[in-house]
């Protein structure tokens, strides 16, 4: 150390730097280095990934009080292209614990027994159809009284939009259809009803008190279905969105 010391000191005098700023800036450095190590070997800060367009998985396993809809509206999905996959008719019938495959594998289709060689002629690729424009169910009214505090915004991970108002004030249905789901499985959306007014269109009720319908039960446009609350959520409101083929939409698009 007595010669470091004195390196130092002829250093300094030589720059006109004197020897206590160079020991004061050595040490700064030798602290910022030691908080450099300490960080890169910690562990990494989760992100959590709001957007609506996540990494969908090959497949899923139906749990207790699942349906075909919830499924499908977990991962965004079209109900009918998850029925189609799996093989499900009418009225789609899930049990717990089943394997519900979200993507189409042509691994999965029956092998076809090889064609015989005969001499044909080949037409050209018939072009896609455009998808015929989606048909409204009526008028969309208003679920429920109160204010709005949140509007649709995907990239922010709000599929939909949010009304608080008073604990138990009524929810209503805002176009006529089918329940296809009631319950609280959906992380994230408490006491969840899902309505289906169209092939194309189902509108969702989240965060209820009390669920006043049933699974299967048809329902009028205005008809109250649930009692607004808290569940799954920190404040009294209703979250609610609409989804065609499965992906949301801006429900104050539709709002009347």
């Keep these: 150390m007595?010669?470091?010391d004195r390196l130092g000191r002829i250093g300094a005098r030589a720059r006109g730097i004197p020897a206590a700023t160079l020991m004061r800036r050595a040490f700064i450095i030798i602290a910022?280095?030691?908080l450099v190590a300490c960080a890169g070997g910690g562990g990494k800060t989760?992100?959590?990934?709001k957007s609506p367009y996540r990494v969908i998985p090959a497949a899923t396993k139906a749990l207790p009080g699942d349906s075909l809809y919830s499924v499908a509206w977990r991962f965004g999905l079209d109900y009918?292209?998850?029925a189609k996959w799996n093989h499900l008719k009418r009225p789609?019938?899930?049990q717990p614990g089943q394997v519900?495959?979200?993507r189409q594998h042509a691994a999965s289709a029956p092998a076809k027994p090889p064609a015989a060689a005969v001499s044909v002629s080949v037409a050209a690729p018939a072009k896609a159809l455009a998808k015929s424009p989606a048909k409204l169910p009526g008028t969309w009214q208003w679920p429920a009284q109160g204010k709005l505090t949140g509007k649709y915004a995907p990239a922010t991970?709000?599929?939909g939009i949010q009304i608080t108002g008073a604990e138990g004030s009524a929810i209503q249905a805002t176009a006529a259809g089918q329940v296809v789901y009631a319950g609280e499985g959906l992380r994230g959306y408490g006491k969840l009803i899902i309505v289906k007014h169209s092939p194309r269109f189902l509108s969702a009720y989240a965060h209820n008190r009390d669920i006043l319908v049933k699974e299967g039960q048809a329902i009028k446009s205005g008809q109250q279905i649930a009692r607004m609350g808290s569940s799954?959520?920190?404040t009294t409101m209703l979250h609610f969105e609409i989804r065609e083929d499965g992906k949301p939409v801006d429900p104050l698009k539709y709002l009347k």
Excluded at 46 to 49: A, E, F, G, H, L
């Design 157 to 159: 991970g709000s599929n």
């Design 2 to 4: 007595g010669g470091m």
């Design 92 to 94: 789609y019938a899930i």
């Design 46 to 49: 989760p992100v959590i990934n």
């Design 80 to 82: 009918q292209k998850i």
């Design 32 to 34: 910022l280095c030691a």
């Design 232 to 234: 799954g959520a920190q």
């Design 100 to 102: 519900i495959r979200l």
